[in-house]
């Protein structure tokens, strides 16, 4: 035995095997190094100034599993060869954008690659004009069953949050012009909120307010009007709601509350739905007067993501649903919920809610409309809709939406549909990662981040627009109470932070950059790396659905040492 | 044995799994008759009068491979029922349109299966914002050296055509309003063509001149100037180039051709290249006297696919480039492209062109642009990009475009990029697909389509812009001869009849849905049965890159066959 491997040892085939086993080793490993400065060269990058862009910053991104990238760095490389100790090549970071957003249930998930597959080698992708296959057919349905809203009835899909957002303005603008008359001369506006944002295409992009994101686009012209709102922020360990100054007069100042769940027991604040309700109806006057013709209320329930993570005071949301609408204010919540589900249709002018972010169990509930208590006429998702796995977008309607299209001419229908429209690949992931994602909502460790936020309880019925997070209530007290931290807020998957800024806050800030560079370069001594995106002075850590209690605590330990710096 | 098989034969287990067994074949054929209602209910399907909709009419796909749906309609289930001829309750239905034009290597293609779940598992999707993995780089690299254009050198990559084409319009306007110093009030504007179509979003909509698609929409307002442009067909066995009425007096009248070659034989076609540039000439010096500012020069080349399905003069493509570069008229071919590669920077206008529908094989070569041997300064490439399998595009830039956004100031760059850029499992398969394309572009089934269409030998250099088609040289010229037919066109993948139309041509004609429906509902008599699709009085007929000369042949006869009925 000792002699055979003896032999064999020495022989040429062996020799030959090692010879090229090690080349492909070389060959991966150099491929890996020279992957960030190729990147430089071939690649244009999405949201970057370019003339910062160089080899040391652009990530190589190896491969992806769970809550973890593999990447590699050119930086950390250079850093290894100079004499720091020698760990892997590769550093496993985790993914605090998940993903920008998308990640629902984690990098190479195995059941979304077998669906995938599953999906692919059955259909591929068949023509979805005047054609329906099952997993669109299923999707449509569990969206609307789900979403419990008895507006919606339609769906319709496109690829993206940015065109299904397309989809949604082209729709309640047929809608609002049909039934007033209007005609494009008449100048149909949208009504939203400051610091919305609802996609990168121009058509979107004219739903927002003038922005770093938009201002410069040649095209834009921003066609509406946006409201400031109060925010919910922890602060020093006390949740508040804070009025913008040009609010005060009308509403008043900051209030405190004992907890987050209180700030969304929205029956119990009477007093704050009168103010609002007050302020509200005043200027939609105002703005009528002024000749404004709106075709939309556009607005991201409870969550202002791209626009720099704000979090929207619920209640403010919902009494501006109901101003659009006509409610009458004095009604309580119940009878103002039953007057608005009784008709269907729309009042005032169609609600568009942008459920792109905040929807599918982002904030720990199936969608965040359910937070405002309220039913928009037309609702998109995309991002954790396919589980973060690849792209697909619905935008689901009302009847009375969908009519509005109906006549006997072909050029009255919405026109509308991309080549890929409901892809099978994307619409069977979307079943199988909304069916996971049920499944994980009832599992145990969403049952201990609900313990741990457990306020006092409310009134029968609440239970499910009870808000909590994925994160530690511990440590988001800790964070608001750090001296560097203007604020912090927690709700389902999303932590945010915005840290303080001597030089104004904004999407141009670099307060938070230093924070997200040592969380990522922390490494070398063995610390837990982690890979976050800012916006502006706001740095964000997202987990996925899957994301454990024992990773998130991990990335808290960490966090709170990088803040201690 | 005998014994064990009759024992066993009576038992109870066997019973319930017989029924089970049967069971569950009930609830298959039971849901597939129920999902054309269900669709009904809670599917918005794009591009389509909902009016007109009905159980009947909506068909279900139960799954397809390689060039064929297997379709189920209500309507064929209770023409059976009802006593005809009964064979499977599921019809194989070649898919015609490519399924809207995606399908590059057939349904269910188990190499882009397997490489879409191998993605999936290595990967999932990982974010791509100041990063890059394998996949994402290889396919940029690629793009760029099989493009062969000089000038092309930054890859961004966003879902889809309309996302990508709203990228390549937001680069040109920024580069041609930095280098003039134009503002937002200066109206800048897209030149173009008549009948172009680069999108369903608002944006890419503004960038075509009003039609059905684009009229009722609300926010749309064409921003631009569209020129007509002479045509190729085929009509009655005789190639012609056919200049619009309004052209006769510059360039003069229908023009006729020995070949389909010889109409792509742009440098021996002196004459018209000089009408083509005086007429060209005049009108861009007319425009710019009117005060016309142009962003940019937006062409789809040789084809323009979704405004109708209709095949410019190659050469008036090239002199329209030409034109806005200001290239001298009198220059040859070799020295004009030589002019035009010395310097890679932009011309008078960046030139965009869409190949989201002429690009990758779908003409028979690589890129479309290499017809009009010109160099684009962006072009943008989607649907056979993934072979056939779900959505992805990219929009390659020149470096001088690039250039345009770089500064100190991070709002200077190009804000714009959806959650799922670059994600891993498309660009996997766009890789996959990419190569398996070339290796057919160089098999015996395309050798023998090439030979079909083979004209005398033009001089050296020529071989790759020689146009050549799928379609068989014969069906072609029989089609063009009936007498309900106008004219008819084929190159690459492409084949287009217009049909005569009493009422007028346009997207509204109704003159090919009888046709289309034939050629659908032919098949009770074992004939084979074609799913295609219509643009007003257009219907056309494209094979994947994977169709046999076999299949296509097939087609053509019931083609053929439903023409004469």
Redesign the interface.
């Known amino acids: 035995m000792s002699s055979y491997y003896e032999e064999t040892s020495i022989s040429t085939e062996v020799d030959t095997f090692i010879d090229s086993f090690l080349q492909a080793h070389d060959k991966r490993i150099e491929?890996l190094r020279n992957?960030?400065k190729?990147?430089t060269?071939?690649?244009?990058?999405?949201?970057?100034?370019?003339?910062e862009?160089n080899e040391n910053?652009?990530?190589?991104?190896?491969?992806?599993y769970g809550d973890y990238?593999q990447t590699y760095t050119k930086q950390k490389d250079a850093s290894q060869a100079s004499g720091e100790a020698k760990t892997s090549l590769l550093q496993p970071a985790f993914?605090a954008?998940a993903?920008?957003?998308?990640?629902g249930l984690?990098?190479?998930?195995?059941q979304?690659?077998?669906t995938?597959?599953h999906a692919?080698?059955?259909?591929?992708?068949?023509?979805?004009?005047?054609?329906?296959?099952?997993p669109?057919?299923t999707l449509?349905?569990t969206l609307?069953q789900r979403m419990d809203n008895p507006r919606l009835?339609?769906?319709?899909?496109t690829?993206?949050?940015?065109?299904g957002m397309?989809v949604a303005?082209?729709m309640a603008?047929?809608a609002a012009?049909k039934r007033h008359g209007?005609s494009?001369e008449d100048n149909?506006e949208i009504l939203g909120l400051i610091g919305s944002y609802h996609g990168?295409?121009?058509?979107t992009m004219?739903c927002s307010e003038p922005s770093?994101?938009?201002?410069?686009?040649?095209?834009?012209?921003g066609?509406g009007h946006w409201l400031d709102f109060p925010q919910v922020k922890l602060r020093d360990g006390q949740w508040i709601v804070e009025p913008p100054k040009s609010m005060h007069k009308a509403v008043g100042k900051t209030r405190t509350f004992n907890s987050l769940e209180e700030i969304f027991d929205l029956e119990a604040r009477r007093a704050d739905w009168g103010r609002y309700r007050s302020y509200l109806d005043a200027e939609l006057w105002h703005l009528r007067q002024q000749g404004h013709k709106f075709?939309a209320l556009i607005m991201e329930p409870v969550i202002l993501g791209a626009g720099g993570m704000m979090f929207a005071d619920p209640l403010f949301q919902r009494c501006l649903v109901d101003a659009v609408r006509g409610i009458d204010p004095n009604m309580d919540n119940a009878r103002a919920m039953d007057a608005q589900g009784a008709d269907k249709d729309w009042q005032g002018m169609p609600v568009i809610f942008d459920e792109v972010f905040t929807g599918l169990y982002r904030l720990g509930r199936f969608d965040a409309a359910g937070f405002l208590g309220t039913d928009p006429d037309i609702v998109v998702n995309?991002?954790l809709l396919t589980g973060?796995?690849?792209?697909l977008c619905t935008?689901t309607?009302s009847e009375a939406i969908?009519e509005a299209?109906?006549?006997?001419?072909?050029?009255?229908?919405?026109?509308?549909?991309?080549?890929?429209?409901a892809?099978a690949?994307?619409c069977s992931v979307a079943n199988e990662s909304l069916s996971t994602m049920a499944s994980i909502s009832q599992n145990e460790d969403w049952e201990g981040f609900r313990k741990d936020w457990k306020a006092p309880a409310l009134a029968e019925g609440h239970r499910d627009s009870t808000p909590w997070s994925m994160w530690s209530k511990s440590f988001v007290e800790t964070v608001s109470r750090k001296p560097n931290v203007e604020s912090v807020f927690a709700i389902g998957s999303v932590f945010a932070m915005s840290l303080k800024d001597p030089a104004g806050s904004g999407?141009?800030s670099t307060a938070a950059t230093g924070l997200r560079d040592r969380l990522f370069n922390g490494g070398q001594s063995g610390e837990p790396v982690i890979h976050s995106?800012v916006l502006g002075n706001v740095l964000y850590l997202m987990g996925a659905m899957t994301s454990t209690p024992e990773t998130l605590k991990g990335v808290e330990e960490t966090v709170l040492r990088a803040l201690d710096v």
């Open positions: 491929d992957m960030p190729q990147a060269e071939a690649i244009w990058h999405p949201f970057m100034q370019h003339s862009r910053n652009v990530v190589a991104m190896e491969s992806a990238f993914d954008s993903s920008w957003w998308t990640q984690g990098h190479g998930n195995p979304l690659a077998l995938a597959a692919a080698g059955k259909y591929g992708h068949v023509m979805f004009a005047g054609a329906v296959h099952e669109a057919l449509a349905q609307i009835s339609k769906v319709f899909y690829d993206n949050g940015s065109t397309e303005v082209k603008l047929r012009s209007w494009p149909v990168d295409t121009m058509g004219d770093i994101f938009n201002k410069k686009v040649e095209w834009y012209q066609r075709g995309a991002k973060g796995l690849l792209p935008t309607a969908f299209f109906l006549s006997a001419d072909k050029s009255d229908a919405l026109l509308h549909g991309h080549s890929y429209t892809h690949i994307g999407y141009a995106r």
